[in-house]
């Protein structure tokens, strides 16, 4: 599960097989965006925003949306839309013209990081300002625009840079805050990726799924190993759920990412490893301990009311009996 996106989970699915040379099927993989597809029923014509060229339309149109918009789009139909951007000439063959004043968008997605805050906020707050999403039109109460989903809303995450960088989170922020600006009421918007509860019960529907398709196991793992190196999302995100789940999820810390050692993390996790290899091997260990505790408490069930048992109990030395002469000690 990754609160990155822009590209689809098959493509995503490709790069880490070769990372990790093992196959990993888009069965077994979530990103930011990925949940939003059970909405593709409920918007016929969405806005979606970020990622590179058209790949984030692609992913939509591949969850089953009908009508996918683009900034690009908007601004090959208005170029005096956004001031200070003009379209490439790649970006303008690969918009879709269409006239923008009969269109009326019903949900804006951002599915991927914005690569143009500026002219993807001017649209965005164009849209929410609008009535019933129709551009060129201004609401009188400015409640009448479309709702605003965010792929997750990680405020900073970690690069190749040596400091973290501006994330989603940061543009949710930043619309949120113009918008109280611009009209003096509060935005409502939603968000989904860690550590949105909505995200890990779908993670937990992924996996039930992918459990029956594979091994014919129609239920949850008893034990999920959630391991991240993001306090605020995963580690508060799978503790948070834990709480409801009916399965156990048992969150890992690693310090290769945003967490930065010598810091006390605002959410701790169950247990701090150095990176993935070992929080896996952690993972394992305690499975193996759990399995060792199951039989030992079977063995001691098992030996309940026998003469093994009450010898145990009263301190004395514990002597197997004889075996018969047919030499099986079990018969």
């Given at each position: ?50 990622g590179?060229?058209?790949k ?50 019903e ?26 999403g ?19 809303n ?34 409502n ?14 993670a ?32 508060r995100g ?30 701790q ?9 070992e ?12 399995m ?24 004395t ?15």
């Amino acid at each position: 599960m990754t609160n990155g996106g822009g590209k689809t989970e098959q493509e995503r699915c490709i790069q880490l097989s070769k990372q990790l040379e093992i196959e990993v099927s888009p069965g077994q993989f979530i990103c930011g965006h990925t949940p939003m597809r059970e909405m593709a029923n409920k918007y016929h014509t969405v806005l979606v925003v970020g990622g590179e060229g058209e790949k984030c339309r692609q992913v939509a149109e591949g969850y089953g949306f009908k009508d996918v918009v683009t900034p690009g789009d908007i601004i090959k139909d208005n170029p005096d839309t956004t001031p200070f951007r003009k379209l490439t000439d790649e970006e303008y063959k690969n918009s879709r013209a269409r006239d923008f004043s009969k269109t009326e968008i019903e949900a804006i997605f951002v599915f991927a990081d914005s690569r143009d805050w500026a002219g993807d906020q001017q649209i965005i707050l164009d849209l929410l300002m609008s009535k019933r999403g129709r551009l060129g039109t201004r609401s009188e109460t400015f409640e009448d625009g479309p709702s605003v989903f965010f792929s997750h809303n990680d405020v900073v995450w970690s690069a190749s840079h040596d400091l973290t960088r501006l994330g989603m989170g940061a543009l949710r922020l930043s619309l949120e805050a113009m918008f109280k600006a611009v009209t003096g009421k509060d935005l409502n918007t939603t968000a989904f990726g860690k550590p949105q509860v909505g995200t890990f019960q779908f993670a937990t529907r992924l996996l039930q799924q992918w459990r029956r398709d594979t091994h014919g196991i129609n239920a949850p793992p008893d034990t999920v190993y959630f391991v991240g190196d993001t306090p605020e999302s995963d580690i508060r995100g799978t503790n948070e759920f834990n709480k409801e789940s009916e399965n156990t999820w048992y969150s890992i810390l690693v310090r290769t990412g945003v967490f930065q050692e010598g810091t006390k993390p605002k959410f701790q996790p169950k247990a701090t490893v150095d990176n993935v290899l070992e929080a896996v091997l952690h993972g394992i260990q305690r499975e193996h301990k759990k399995m060792f505790k199951d039989e030992l408490d079977l063995a001691q069930v098992k030996l309940a009311g026998t003469a093994i048992e009450e010898a145990s109990h009263e301190g004395t030395p514990v002597t197997s009996p004889p075996a018969k002469e047919n030499g099986n000690p079990l018969s």
